[in-house]
């Protein structure tokens, strides 16, 4: 008899009583639901942040690096090609050499729109950048070296 909705119960103290029961477990769940909306609110920008964090198609050029990690520009350049993780003397001849190939850290991505060259050949200008694998590694490296502070503390 207890197992019908309310609407259902003739009895008119019964049907009080489920109708009762009935009402209380609707409140729970609307708080739960209140309270997990709340959560999820709290939670997205972190998730976000992650989701950003572990995105392999994220790539970041060395000013970027630079930016985030706060080491200079100049000295990360110059650690880069120390460490024979890319060549070059200026931003149009930097490539990515061997061993940065191998662990998948740097790579040339195309920048701005394709153009014509005087012979009719379409070209894109590239950019070097770090892969977030090389991002981590560097970071690490860097790190470890002591060029620069954890970034949790910093």
Known sequence: MMNRPSYMI???????????EETTAKQVIET????????????????????AVLDKSRTYTIREFAQRTGVK?????KWLTDKLWMT??????????ARANVGNYMRMVRSGKPFTTQ??????????????????EA??????SGMMKPLANA
């Open 88 to 97: 070059g003397t200026d931003s149009k001849s930097y490539r990515p050499l």
């Open 139 to 144: 970071v690490r490296k860097m790190v470890k």
């Open 119 to 136: 012979y009719g050949t379409i070209c894109y200008n590239e950019t070097i950048v770090f892969t977030q694998e090389g991002y981590n």
């Open 73 to 77: 520009e100049k000295e990360v350049k």
């Open 32 to 51: 739960k639901l209140v309270e997990a909306t709340k959560v999820i609110e709290v939670q997205a920008p972190k998730a976000e942040v992650f989701d």
């Open 10 to 20: 003739e009895d008119p103290v019964e049907r009080a009583k489920k109708w009762i």
